[in-house]
T-cell receptor, first 115, second 115 residues
Framework: AQSVTQLGSHVSVSEGALVLLRCNYS??????LFWYVQYPNQGLQLLLK??????LVKGINGFEAEFKKSETSFHLTKPSAHMSDAAEYFC?????????????FGTGTQLKVEL | EAGVAQSPRYKIIEKRQSVAFWCNPI?????LYWYQQILGQGPKLLIQFQNNGVVDDSQLPKDRFSAERLKGVDSTLKIQPAKLEDSAVYLCASSPGRQTTDTQYFGPGTRLTVL
């Protein structure tokens, strides 16, 4: 079975500080990994995805994530937080044998950005 | 390009009543998904369509939930009768196909409250 674990349901950073949101996966086959962002009362928007090309993936709004097979991790980072980054972030995995492109989501991390 | 459309945005019903949600995917997208997102959790796939055929409905509570995509475009998700635990946001998503690297695009969701 495959799953994702997001460490920390709530993360708080100061504006201008580094953002680090953690995601670990478990999969018996090489996974495809995604980060989505959800603003209040809106659907999910794709930030970036890892599809077995480059291990460092750059996404929208200055976010990036690095796939580390040895650590089974796909942590999301942004060098400098902005107030507009406050939202909920979901890590997701697909590519399980027989699962096709079914997405399995983590429980989410709520990011708060303080002045 | 228009995104995924969903209606209604909000619905309040009493338990044992029935309710239906509508989704219009991005034009040309063959694959359509319905997810259930309970407060504090990540989205969970209920059903996946490829054109008008069901690909995966393993997590759909078939005794009360039903979904259809008759002409391979719009889709309707129905709950009959509703239970308190059905209170959630119901998200519709679409993708061009079923490749594991295909991005799923989400609609704004329908927030259901069952009293």
């Amino acid at each position: 079975a495959q799953s994702v674990t997001q460490l920390g349901s709530h993360v708080s950073v100061s504006e201008g500080a580094l953002v680090l949101l953690r995601c670990n996966y478990s999969s018996s086959v090489p996974p495809y990994l995604f980060w989505y962002v959800q603003y209040p009362n809106q659907g999910l928007q794709l930030l970036l995805k890892y599809t077995s090309a480059a291990t460092l993936v750059k996404g929208i709004n200055g976010f990036e994530a690095e796939f580390k097979k040895s650590e089974t991790s796909f942590h999301l980072t942004k060098p400098s937080a902005h107030m507009s980054d406050a939202a909920e972030y979901f890590c997701a995995v697909s590519g399980l044998t027989g699962g096709g492109n079914k997405l399995t989501f983590g429980t989410g991390t709520q990011l708060k950005v303080e002045l | 390009e228009a995104g995924v459309a969903q209606s209604p945005r909000y619905k309040i019903i009493e338990k044992r009543q029935s309710v239906a949600f509508w989704c219009n995917p991005i034009s040309g997208h063959a694959t359509l998904y319905w997810y259930q997102q309970i407060l504090g959790q990540g989205p969970k796939l209920l059903i996946q369509f490829q054109n008008n055929g069901v690909v995966d409905d393993s997590q759909l509570p078939k005794d009360r939930f039903s979904a259809e995509r008759l002409k391979g475009v719009d889709s309707t998700l129905k709950i009959q009768p509703a239970k308190l635990e059905d209170s959630a946001v119901y998200l519709c998503a679409s993708s061009p196909g079923r490749q594991t690297t295909d991005t799923q695009y989400f609609g704004p969701g329908t927030r259901l409250t069952v009293l």
